[in-house]
C-alpha cells in the first residue's frame, strides 16, 4: 500500500492541468434510472430529480461560450455505470459532473447539506456505506458478474488500480470540488464537506470528475427543495457558475497567450465583464496577483487554524462569503511560485487578479 501511495504522488505532480483552452466538454450524468429509483423521499424518488437538474444545469451551461454538454442520460432509462463512464470517455470530456440525492439511515429527517465527492479510497465507515451505496447500483445489472469480473464494490483492494488512474485528475477534480462547493454554499446550501470516496463511475472515467450530493432527499423540508423550481434553479445556477469559474482557471493555465481575455460571457453577478480580444499591455499596469486558498461563511481571526500558519494573509467578500488570498504581488511568476507552495497546503489554492482593489479575475 505504501508503495502504492508513493506512485499516485509521482502521477499527480507529473501530470498538468487537464482541459481544452477554447472548448471545455462538460459530460452530465443525471445518476440513477429505470429501475434503479435511487433513494426515496416522501414524494419523490432520486432518480427524477438527478434527471430534472442534469437537464437543467446542462441547459444553463449551453449559454456558455466555449462549452459542451454531453449527457449520460435524458430519459428515464437504466444506464450501467461502466456504459456512463464509455459515454464520457468517447466524447473526450474535460469533465464529469454526477449528479445525485443524499439519503441516511439515521436522524433522516434532519439531515442537511451537499456534500461533493472525488475519487479516492474510503477512509471511514461513514465514507464506506457511501460506497456501498452508490455502488450498489452494480449489482443490479444483469450481467454484473461478466461485465465487472472480479471487481467487489466492498473490497478496498478493488479501488487500488483505479486509485492510480483516477491520480492524474485528482488535482483538477479537487479543484472544481472545492469551486462546486463554495458556489453551493453561496447559494445558500449547508456545507458538508468535499470527500474522497471509491466511487466506480469516477474511478473509469479520463478526466477530473466529481459525484455531487445535492441534499438529503431523506429530508421532507429538503426534498420539497429539491423538487421545487426555485431550489433547481438555484443549484443548477451555483454548479453553472462553478464550471465557469474552473473553465476560468483551466484556461488561464493552458493559455498560449495569459493576457488574452478568459471567457466571453461571465457568469453570476460576481462576474466582471472581460474583453472579447487581448488586453493592451497598458491594460496589465496596477494588476495585483494574490492567490485565494480558502472561503469561509464567516471571519476567520489571524491565527485561526484552518488559515495553516500562512503569513501576509487578506480577505475579500463575495456573494456572502469571506475569501482568503495570500502573497499579494505585481509579479506574476512570483505569484506562480507563491502558489505551488501555497499548494502544499491548500490543494485547490488558484491565483485571482485584483485592480484598484477589487478583483478582475
Not at 473509469?204 to 466529481?210: G, K, R
Request: proline share 3%.
Amino acid at each position: 500500500m505504501f508503495i502504492v501511495r508513493i506512485i499516485i504522488a509521482m502521477v499527480l505532480f507529473a501530470v498538468p492541468f487537464s482541459g481544452a483552452a477554447k472548448e471545455l466538454v462538460v459530460v452530465i450524468d443525471a445518476g440513477h434510472g429505470g429501475h434503479d429509483v435511487g433513494a426515496p423521499g416522501r414524494k419523490s424518488y432520486e432518480k427524477d430529480i438527478n434527471l430534472a437538474m442534469a437537464l437543467l444545469l446542462g441547459k444553463k451551461l449551453s449559454t456558455l461560450d466555449d462549452v459542451k454538454v454531453v449527457y449520460t442520460r435524458t430519459t428515464d432509462d437504466f444506464v450501467k455505470l461502466k456504459r456512463r463512464a464509455e459515454i464520457a470517455n468517447q466524447a473526450k470530456g474535460d469533465l464529469f459532473i454526477s449528479l445525485h440525492c443524499d439519503s441516511a439511515e439515521k436522524n433522516r429527517e434532519s439531515r442537511i447539506g451537499s456534500t461533493v465527492y472525488v475519487f479516492g479510497l474510503h477512509r471511514n465507515e461513514e465514507n464506506l456505506e457511501a460506497v456501498k451505496r452508490e455502488n450498489s447500483v452494480l449489482e443490479l445489472e444483469d450481467d454484473f458478474s461478466a461485465t465487472y469480473q472480479d471487481f467487489d464494490p466492498n473490497s478496498e483492494e478493488s479501488y487500488i488500480i483505479f486509485e492510480l488512474n483516477q491520480a492524474k485528475y485528482y488535482e483538477q477534480s479537487l479543484l472544481f470540488a472545492q469551486m462546486a462547493m463554495t458556489e453551493m454554499t453561496a447559494a445558500g446550501q449547508v456545507d458538508m464537506g468535499v470527500r474522497q470516496q471509491g466511487i466506480f463511475v469516477l474511478a473509469n472515467t479520463s478526466m477530473p470528475a466529481v459525484l455531487v450530493e445535492l441534499d438529503y432527499i431523506c429530508n421532507p423540508v429538503r426534498e420539497q427543495y429539491l423538487l421545487s423550481e426555485n431550489g433547481q434553479n438555484a443549484l443548477a445556477e451555483a454548479l453553472c457558475d462553478a464550471v465557469y469559474a474552473y473553465k476560468e482557471q483551466i484556461d488561464y493555465y493552458n493559455s498560449s497567450n495569459p493576457e488574452a481575455a478568459i471567457s466571453k460571457k461571465p457568469r453570476g453577478n460576481n462576474r466582471v465583464k472581460v474583453e472579447e480580444k487581448p488586453r493592451d499591455k497598458d491594460d496589465r499596469a496596477g494588476v495585483e496577483y494574490r492567490i485565494q486558498f480558502l472561503s469561509s461563511p464567516k471571519p476567520l481571526k489571524k491565527n485561526d487554524k484552518e488559515l495553516k500558519g500562512l503569513k501576509g494573509v487578506e480577505y475579500y467578500k463575495d456573494k456572502g462569503m469571506y475569501k482568503y488570498t495570500t502573497g499579494a504581488t505585481t509579479d506574476k511568476d512570483k505569484a506562480q511560485r507563491t502558489l505551488r507552495d501555497v499548494k502544499k497546503k491548500f490543494a485547490d489554492a488558484f491565483i485571482v487578479e485584483f485592480k484598484n482593489g477589487k478583483r478582475i479575475k
